[in-house]
């Protein structure tokens, strides 16, 4: 085949090469279909993102039986937590900490993509952030660049399978490269400036992590790093990620972005932009059409060659070629319906998924799980009744219908008779004038169920929030039910960690279930009622107020740690120093112990394998799920070592009573960091294993081992 793809490159006009690299929003009244069908038959365009289902079919047929060439389009949609089945938000399944989950899930989401004609997604998000204002928070698998490494490997090999030419195989999007998440104070599109360490330990991890797993494509961040926008970072795209990593895929723009090089300041026109973003390695101009209005100028001022365009244009084809859509153009557009038996799988696989991404924050007094004989339920707030709200700011071809409301989930477990409902206030707006009616109704109940939290649309891409509260009236909605003294689950909708301080410390118990899917009434009622004994941890820290953002378990010790009684050391005069919650928190029906912590050898030399091994108990009366997160700390090193930092996490299930052991593989280098030169590094000496339930120091166990020089 690459000898199909040499000869399509002979016969192509340079108009025909830039259409290739040319991505356009099929979505867009004001393209116009005609216009886009002319543009497919004279060659100017290569691929079409926003358009799913029997249009791909009709746009395909023209850009093979009609264009000069020949050459099929493919297609591009974000296909970001599933495609029809909505699964929860990446947040949330982050903290289920299970691969093998995020694996299923991204398969079920490219199963029905593939069914409509879907060729690639603009998935996964791999930005680490520790920004709860962001908004795109929501699409990140949280805080940790391991937890993100192995996001990205799952997801990367459940879109794309072990053949990317596969009918139901969907090629997988890195983004967005790099650092988006750590944006200045979470402001979306802004400058990211940190240093290049933390560049290099925290944020390029996953993206080297989906390169080595495969990835198709991968899409440079809006953002620029230390004053070089992403679209034309040549250090990091072309001399990083294709040269130093060996990337031979795709890199495609974000929405844009090409042309937004002359807001950044880079660029003097579309010219200058199209031509430092093709040197840098940018293949696909999404959208902006700077690549085939502006490139034949450059090329005559000499501001970029044909031989670089040649390159972009083999990637491209390339990347057709994988998607077997040389062989099958219509492979994916004209594929068969689902099964029925499959779609109740990936039903079954979506409420699972959802059951499993619930955290129980706190439980005090034990109100959870729900008593299977109470006579009344008051079910009261804004999210209680709210399908579309379940699906959070991406859901791609979901619809409306189907999707099941917390409401619908507890009327299913509890039966509908037991059940009674009151908005009370709406989500957003300054109205209070419910809260009577639901008093009244919480008043003749045994509990109140309190749905509360941000509605899908103050979240997402677009939507940082300064304050990162309950928006409307909804606290004054909380703060007079719990005046009634009633036992109170509070459920939390959102797509970030909120500042709460106030709802924390009242008696209750409070769930986050951020934006679980389609099945979440289901899942959240199964948890409720104790049918699922809630195993979610947190991915991310949780803050007590927006002004202790960014904190984090990996935060470096000072030469003054923070102590509350001692003035002259780090910490705020006004907040506590711990957060909310930290990472890794999440709350069980049973409890655990983990004992008997163990690491051999005790002296390993550099380059030896570790074995580390801790018993779990199961020391309550419920089967549940615990996971086990092993940290280390180099307490002396060239360079100050993070307070902790995550090499591997387990989960076992247990029966009450039953105990097993988790062990974790290491290597020593593992233990190692990158010096002063930023060069990898394994000192001898004293390393610090811990392992326990969350990033809490207080529940950590601890051993030491001690890392030996290898033989002359």
Not at 526 to 554: E, M, R, S, Y
């Amino acid at each position: 085949m690459s000898d199909h793809i040499d000869r399509l490159l002979a016969r192509m006009t340079l108009e025909q090469k830039l259409g290739q690299l040319n991505m356009v929003d099929g979505s867009l009244p004001h393209n116009g279909h005609a216009a886009l069908e002319d543009d497919i038959r004279a060659g100017r365009v290569g691929s079409v993102l926003n358009v799913y289902g029997a249009p791909t079919r009709a746009l395909q047929r023209i850009a093979v039986a009609e264009s000069a060439l020949g050459i099929p389009l493919f297609f591009g949609l974000d296909v970001l937590h599933g495609h029809h089945t909505i699964f929860p938000v990446p947040l949330a399944e982050a903290g289920a900490f299970d691969p093998n989950l995020w694996r299923l899930t991204a398969r079920a989401a490219a199963e029905e993509a593939t069914g409509d004609g879907v060729d690639l997604t603009f998935a996964p998000m791999l930005d680490v952030s520790r920004e709860p204002r962001w908004g795109r928070i929501v699409e990140s698998p949280g805080e940790d660049s391991l937890v993100a490494s192995r996001y990205a490997v799952a997801k990367v090999q459940g879109f794309q399978g072990d053949d990317l030419s596969r009918p139901d195989a969907i090629a997988a999007t890195a983004k967005h490269f790099v650092a988006y998440g750590a944006v200045i104070a979470g402001r979306e599109y802004a400058s990211v400036d940190i240093s290049e360490r933390q560049l290099r330990e925290t944020h390029l991890p996953p993206f080297e992590a989906a390169v080595r797993a495969g990835v198709a494509a991968i899409m440079p961040a809006f953002n620029d790093v230390a004053g070089v926008p992403m679209s034309a970072h040549r250090a990091l795209m072309r001399k990083l990620v294709r040269e130093t990593w060996g990337f031979g895929g795709v890199m495609l723009s974000d929405y844009n972005a090409v042309a937004e090089l002359a807001a950044h300041g880079l660029a003097r026109d579309a010219g200058e932009a199209a031509a430092l973003a093709l040197d840098a390695g940018m293949d696909i101009d999404m959208h902006a059409l700077a690549y085939p209005r502006a490139l034949p100028a450059a090329i005559e001022q000499g501001r970029a060659t044909v031989a670089q365009i040649d390159a972009a244009v083999r990637r491209v084809l390339r990347l057709k070629q994988a998607l077997g859509l040389f062989d099958e153009p219509f492979r994916r557009s004209g594929a068969a319906p689902l099964a029925s038996a499959r779609r109740a799988e990936i039903t079954a696989l979506a409420r699972d998924a959802a059951r499993r991404s619930i955290v129980l924050l706190r439980n005090d007094p034990a109100i959870l799980p729900l008593a299977r004989d109470l006579r009344r339920v008051a079910l009261i707030g804004p999210l209680a009744d709210a399908p579309l709200e379940m699906l959070g700011p991406w859901f791609a071809a979901a619809g409306i219908d189907g999707h099941i409301s917390i409401r619908e989930g507890l009327e299913a477990a509890l039966g509908r008779g037991r059940i009674g409902f009151a908005e009370g206030v709406p989500m957003t707006a300054d109205d209070a004038s419910g809260i009577p009616d639901a008093l009244a109704l919480a008043r003749q109940a045994d509990v109140i169920v309190l749905a509360l939290g941000e509605p899908k649309t103050l979240t997402g891409e677009g939507n940082s929030r300064g304050h990162i509260g309950l928006p409307g009236r909804q606290r004054d909605l909380a703060e007079a039910l719990f005046a009634l003294g009633k036992p109170t689950v509070t459920i939390l909708t959102h797509g970030r960690p909120l500042a709460l301080p106030w709802l924390f410390a009242k008696p209750g118990a409070v769930l986050a279930t951020w934006f679980l899917g389609s099945q979440a009434g289901h899942a959240i009622a199964d948890v409720l009622i104790g049918a699922t004994n809630p195993g979610g941890k947190l991915a991310i820290t949780w803050p007590v107020d927006v002004a202790q953002i960014p904190i984090h378990f990996a935060e470096r010790a000072t030469g003054r740690p923070g102590r509350p009684d001692e003035h002259f050391t780090s910490r705020w005069i006004d907040l506590p120093l711990e957060p909310q919650f930290p990472f890794g928190h999440g709350l069980s029906y049973t409890t655990f112990e983990i004992s008997e912590l163990r690491a051999t050898p005790f002296a390993p030399r550099i380059g030896d394998a570790i074995e580390v091994e801790a018993t779990v108990r199961n020391t309550g009366g419920t089967a549940g799920e615990e996971t086990v997160f092993l940290f280390i700390r180099d307490p002396v090193a060239t360079i100050a070592r993070p307070k902790l930092e995550l090499k591997d996490f387990v989960k076992v299930m247990l029966a009450p009573g039953e105990a097993q052991p988790v062990r974790f593989a290491l290597t020593t280098d593992d233990l190692g960091y990158l010096d002063a030169d930023l060069t990898p590094r394994i000192d001898p000496g004293d390393i610090d294993i811990l392992i326990g339930p969350s990033a809490d120091a207080k529940r950590l166990m601890r051993t030491t081992i001690k890392l030996v020089a290898p033989l002359a």
